[in-house]
């Protein structure tokens, strides 16, 4: 009986080279190739907008509505502010009108291109290259598959080579570069351009022209009237009407106009009181940069009384402000 001394490989060429004991230990393999190469590359979008007149369709005036426009639909682009005021004692009544200028506005069609453009980072290389090498690896691994097992020893003693190793390793490195052949095609395709048309208008200005009224009402604003440090806040009505009660502040402005007139220190008789007539400007502001000029009356009581007398005038010879 021959005696013969047992070869024993080393423990890190018989880890490698053994065979998946378990169908576990195949699914972590897999899963492992599946989160290498998939999903890698980042695709970076940016989008680009043109305009195209559109030939076969005619431009037409726009319509503007709101306060922003008139009654024909046109833009208002100026508006100057007029006021006509009427005082009777602490009651001021205070009528807004606007000149208005404005501005024809017309719908222009176009077509609208949106084109998204699309592109991939560097890893959708990477992928591809992994789907080469893993691919490669795989094919030749399952063409030769003793070239990728390990020798052992039976218990004979003999030398011999499992097939079923390098089957093994073929069939994840094929797998696994199929996997990142799969993600670098969908990242591809992801890649792509894509342009989208859509029918549209653009407002475009036209000429200056009337408005329609010219002259209208200044309805619906808010408007505050300043008479030195008094303020007060309102807003005009439909007809552009305000209506403002003075304080009983104002009417002591006239107070210094009570004064007795004597002759020269003698005590003869006193001439009746002599009662100034003072006019103090104010304003109306509308807004922030517009202001109508306002005069109010004082003494109150001589405002009453020529309340009262020009209601008893004709219309015709009313005076007008």
Known sequence: MSKYRRKVLPRWRQQACRRPESSGDLLRVVLGGL???SGCAEIITRTETRLHRD??????EATVAGSAGDDAGRR???????AKWRQQGAQLDIWLTQSRTCQ??????IIRETRTIR???AALYWEYGMAIVAGGLGVVALASPKTFSAAAIDETGQLYRDASAGYTFGGLFAGIGAIALIAAIHDTVQTRDSIET???FVLRDGPTT?????????????VTFVLGSLRLAGSTDAAGHLQLQLPPEVDAAAAAGGATDQQNGSEGPRKA???DRRVLHGSVRIGQFDAVAIDVLVPFALTREQARVLEALPPSQQPRR
């Open 35 to 37: 989160l290498a190469v």
């Open 55 to 60: 030939p076969a369709r005619e431009a037409v």
């Open 76 to 82: 208002i682009t100026s508006r100057q502010y007029g």
């Open 104 to 109: 024809v506005v017309y719908q222009v069609p």
């Open 119 to 121: 592109t991939a980072d």
């Open 198 to 200: 859509e029918e549209t």
């Open 210 to 222: 009337t408005c329609e009224p010219p002259k209208a009402p200044a309805s619906g604003l808010a």
């Open 273 to 275: 009181p002599k009662v």
